[in-house]
């Protein structure tokens, strides 16, 4: 028997870039939005009565490493010690998401194969020990354990779980550019390494996450928020007003300014109905996202970018209850999956 599960993707509304801490990573403010748009991970776990156990990797991309350098790989190395539970372990990655587009496919495939290997083991680790083996595999790693909106502090790993969105067509421009996170920050200290002092780069980190706060917790007379009416009730409305932004593009429109056309492409339209709400660089790209109304507003922006030659695909924003509804493909599960 083996198990398949859905290893969705995450967009960020709004990122803030925050100092350099002595570990070496950047602190930063975010709002991520897990994606119903997804890989396919088919995991299979045997239990062995000795040894330490094996784990084995496949995929139909040849980009994806198979050892221990992917974070499936070293999510299972951690979590069979945790679990007390020798096992050989196969795990296929079905690649349907972009390989370092910004969508955190690599991140949200270690959470998705954790899920597996637990429900194959019918075994869970506590919720506090899945977010400490995610913080160690990678900074996006513990906000595929939550899904839905997800505030992300610290260097991304500290997460808590926001109010819904509601859920919202989106468009995700699939561009032919690789972009290097570490070159894209590297760049960043560049750019602000006179202009802005540590105080200010802190007092920016703490204005997005009070005006993030304050606009998904606020409470609302009705209890279910709208995307109808520029109004109160509506959240991602109030966000944008807010003017969150990714500072990634920043510096990386600098260097790839086609990305900065796609993102002109995604908020523009001749028609104002067509136009997107929000549209922004998805992590430190190359991924670019639009969020629409409606779904002839998102199949118009498909248009747009077709005719620039320019891949995309259409999905919608996926809330936390669908996210851990949906995660297991197999409607016949063992036990719960939620943190």
């Known amino acids: 028997m083996s198990t398949r599960v859905r290893s969705f993707s995450k967009i960020n509304l709004g990122l803030a870039i925050g100092p350099s801490r002595p570990d070496g990573f950047h602190a930063l403010t975010t709002l991520y939005q897990t994606l119903a748009a997804h890989d396919l991970l088919t995991v299979e776990a045997n239990k062995t009565k000795a040894g330490k156990g094996s784990i084995t990797l496949t995929t139909n991309d040849e980009r994806v490493p198979t050892d221990e350098r992917n974070t499936v790989w070293k ?12 096992a050989e372990v196969h795990v296929h990655i079905e690649k349907r998401l972009p390989v370092q587009g910004g969508l955190g496919a690599g991140s949200a495939n270690a959470v998705a194969a954790l899920i597996g290997l637990e429900h194959e083991l019918n075994q869970e680790l506590s919720g506090g020990d899945r977010l400490k083996i995610a913080a160690e595999v990678g900074s996006d790693v513990p906000l595929f354990l939550l899904g839905g909106a997800i505030l992300g502090v610290g260097r991304g790993e500290e997460v808590y779980p926001m109010p819904d969105l509601p859920e919202t067509h989106c468009v995700v421009a699939l561009p032919n550019v690789g972009v290097s996170t570490p070159q894209a920050f590297r760049d960043w200290d560049s750019r602000h390494a006179e202009g802005l002092t540590r105080e200010d780069s802190s007092d920016r980190l703490k204005e997005l996450s009070r005006a993030l706060s304050a606009c998904l917790c606020e409470p609302h007379s009705s209890g279910v928020f709208s995307l109808g009416e520029d109004r109160p009730g509506n959240p991602l409305l109030a966000l944008v007003r807010t003017g969150i932004e990714n500072d990634f593009e920043g510096v990386v429109f600098r260097q790839h300014p086609s990305l900065g056309d796609i993102k002109r492409i995604l908020v523009c339209s001749d028609q104002p109905e067509q136009a997107a709400l929000y ?18 507003a998102a199949k118009a922006a498909e248009e747009r970018l077709s005719a620039s030659g320019i891949a995309s695909m259409r999905t919608k924003t996926l809330p936390r209850e669908a996210y851990w509804r949906t995660m297991i493909e197999d409607s016949h599960t063992k036990g719960s999956v939620g943190l």
């Open 279 to 296: 549209a922004a660089l998805s992590g430190s790209g190359s991924a670019v996202f639009g969020l629409y109304e409606a779904e002839s």
């Open 75 to 86: 999510m299972l190395d951690r979590a069979l010690p945790a679990l007390k539970a020798p």
